[in-house]
C-alpha cells in the first residue's frame, strides 16, 4: 500500500516524506489554478506602430503582434502541473519535468510572434534585449538574450497559453549573474521590460519583478561569492 494511502488511515503514525505535497503546492493546484498562475506571467505588445505602413519590400511584414511569457519558477511548475492532469504522470514524473526546465544560472522568456502580412518569415536577425523599464536606448543596463531553441523540447518551458499556430514560438535566455557576479537585475529595479526588435522596429513586454527570480538571483550570488 503507498505510503499516501496510509497517511490517510493512519495519520498520526506516518512520518511525510521529504517530496511532499504540502511543501509542493503545484502538485494539488487545479487547471484552473495552474492556468491563472502561468498566465500572470504573460505580457503583450507590438513590433512597431499601430498605424505603420509599407510602400515598398512587401516580403516584410507592416508590424508584428508580440506575446511574451516570462517562465519564472512559478510559470515552470503551472506548466508542469498542466502536463501532469493532461497526460495523467506520477508526482515523480512531474518533479521531472520541473527540474529539466529549472536551469541553474539562467532565467527564460517565450517569445511568440505574429507578423502581419508579408511573408510571414521571422528574419534570422532578431534581436531581443531585457533591461530596466524606462532605461534609456544604448545604456549599460540592456542584456542581449540567446536564442535557444532547443528549448522547444522541455515540456516545462512551454507556458501555459494554448498553441496559436498564427504566432512563431522562440525561447530566450538571460545569464542571471554575470561574469562578474553582478545581478542581472538589481535591487532596486522593480519592473523590466523585454524589447524584441525587427529590422528598424521594435517592441516591448513589461513585467514587475517577481520575489521568485529575487530570491534566485540572491542565492546564486552567495553561492559565487563563497566559491571565490
Known amino acids: ?95 521531472a519535468l520541473v527540474d529539466e526546465a529549472d536551469l541553474p544560472g539562467q532565467t527564460v522568456f517565450l517569445v511568440e510572434i505574429d507578423p502581419n502580412e508579408g511573408s510571414g518569415v521571422i528574419p534570422l536577425d532578431w534581436r531581443v534585449f531585457l533591461q530596466p523599464k524606462g532605461a534609456p536606448p544604448g545604456g549599460p543596463n540592456a542584456v542581449p538574450g540567446t536564442k535557444s531553441p532547443a528549448f522547444r523540447n522541455i515540456k516545462a518551458l512551454a507556458g501555459v497559453m494554448p498553441r496559436n499556430y498564427d504566432y512563431d514560438r522562440f525561447w530566450v535566455s538571460f545569464p542571471v549573474v554575470n561574469e562578474k557576479n553582478e545581478p542581472l537585475i538589481p535591487p532596486s529595479v522593480q519592473e523590466v521590460e523585454l524589447i524584441v526588435g525587427i529590422y528598424n522596429k521594435e517592441g516591448r513586454a513589461t513585467w514587475r519583478v517577481p520575489s521568485s527570480i529575487r530570491e534566485r538571483i540572491t542565492a546564486l550570488t552567495k553561492t559565487q561569492t563563497q566559491k571565490e
Open 1 to 95: 500500500m503507498k505510503p499516501v494511502i496510509l497517511s490517510f488511515v493512519l495519520a498520526a503514525s506516518v512520518i511525510v516524506p521529504a517530496h511532499s505535497q504540502q511543501a509542493e503546492p503545484y502538485l494539488t493546484w487545479t487547471a484552473d489554478q495552474a492556468l491563472k498562475t502561468g498566465k500572470a506571467m504573460v505580457a503583450t505588445g507590438r513590433v512597431g506602430g499601430v498605424w505603420d505602413t509599407r510602400v515598398v519590400h512587401t516580403e516584410s511584414a507592416i508590424n508584428y503582434k508580440l506575446r511574451a511569457t516570462w517562465l519564472t519558477p512559478e510559470v515552470i511548475r503551472a506548466a508542469a502541473r498542466l502536463e501532469q492532469l493532461r497526460s495523467r504522470l506520477s508526482d515523480e514524473q512531474t518533479r
